[in-house]
């Protein structure tokens, strides 16, 4: 079963072209099948109002890892960031994913 974890964060005025290149770098560097990495859908605002990144994982284990590195991903990114960030998780119990057999 799939999970998905939501991070809501505002944006510093005028980085949104700096964050959205560390979320390409990333996903260009990410291989789906070891990190279970399906997806990233992400909303910036550049004017310092609220952003959204939606995550979605292929299992449990792999999202559990990649909650345990949290922390360490956004502390690299507080430079861009003005606040507090926080996060949602959950498991998708509805979705139209594409199921591997």
Do not use: Q
């Not at 991070?7 to 789906?32: C, M, Q, W, Y």
């Not at 605002?45 to 995550?55: A, F, H, K, L």
């Not at 922390?71 to 507080?78: G, H, L, N």
């Amino acid at each position: 079963m799939p999970y998905m974890r939501i991070n809501h964060f505002k944006l510093k005025p005028g980085t949104r072209d700096e964050i959205s290149r560390v979320a390409e770098d990333f996903l260009a560097s990410n291989d789906p099948e070891e990190s279970g990495l399906l997806y990233i859908l992400d909303t910036f605002d550049d004017e310092g109002g609220p952003s959204i990144g939606v995550t979605v994982w292929s299992d449990k284990e792999k999202f559990e890892a990649s909650g345990a590195r949290w922390p360490e991903v956004m502390k690299a990114m507080e430079h861009l960031l003005d606040g507090p960030y926080s996060r949602e998780e959950f498991e998708l119990t509805v979705h139209n994913l594409p199921v591997s057999t």
